[in-house]
């Protein structure tokens, strides 16, 4: 078929990896190459169907090769409630148990027999919020020191960063701590403090003051 359709008949649904993947009838696409405006799709199920389509804008402008397989209706669905479960590793503090809990309680049966083990999707979530949190380079110069919104809060979506005296203070200096923590100080009558100050960013400087 080489005359392009007047209207899409399908849909593009993101990939885990962010990329895009094309969905008609139940039978889903990977992109294999782009030439010029023109988007060449394979069918997902390599190895066995060499079904291919070419878009132009959300056009189908030709088909290459019938499906040698039936459709999966529950492929896309599985595709976006993986996809739903990573956005909800970055975005949010919720545990990887009730990510995983909740997203498999709004699939259909169908889906949910279809999405990896259990032990697969946790890991899977893991290493999305891993990815998320690993620490950004070490500074060269407190100019240079640089807190993503992700390590003002804790675990818990408390604020933990009280104070930056800001990037062009040559004396910069942070304070964090919680309410929370602040509260038991305040209910402490003995305070116990320790450092380890060997796991500091090495233009910091250790410095401890006491003040009654």
Not at 96 to 121: C, F, N, Q, R, Y
């Amino acid at each position: 078929m080489t005359e392009p359709l007047d209207q899409p008949t399908f849909k593009l649904i993101k990939s885990q990896r962010g990329g895009d993947k094309l969905l008609e009838d139940g039978y889903l696409f990977g992109v294999q190459r782009t030439v010029g405006d023109v988007t060449h799709w394979l069918c997902e199920q390599r190895g066995v169907c060499k079904a291919r389509v070419h878009t132009k804008g959300m056009v189908i402008v030709k088909r290459t090769n019938e499906h040698s397989h039936g459709p999966d209706e529950q492929a896309a669905d599985c595709c976006e409630a993986k996809v739903g479960m990573k956005r909800k590793a970055r975005e949010s503090q919720d545990s990887t148990h009730h990510i995983v809990g909740e997203s498999l309680l709004t699939a259909s049966e169908g889906t949910a027999a279809k999405l990896p083990k259990l032990d697969s999707l946790k890991r899977t979530i893991q290493h999305q919020r891993a990815s998320v949190l690993a620490a950004p380079a070490q500074p060269t110069t407190l100019a240079e020191l640089a807190l993503p919104a992700v390590y003002q809060q804790t675990a818990k979506g408390e604020q933990f960063l009280f104070y930056d005296s800001g990037a062009d203070d040559v004396h910069r200096f942070l304070i964090f701590g919680t309410q929370h923590n602040l509260g038991m100080l305040r209910r402490s009558k003995i305070w116990l403090a320790d450092g380890t100050f060997t796991l500091r960013p090495g233009v910091c400087g250790a410095w401890t003051s006491w003040r009654r």
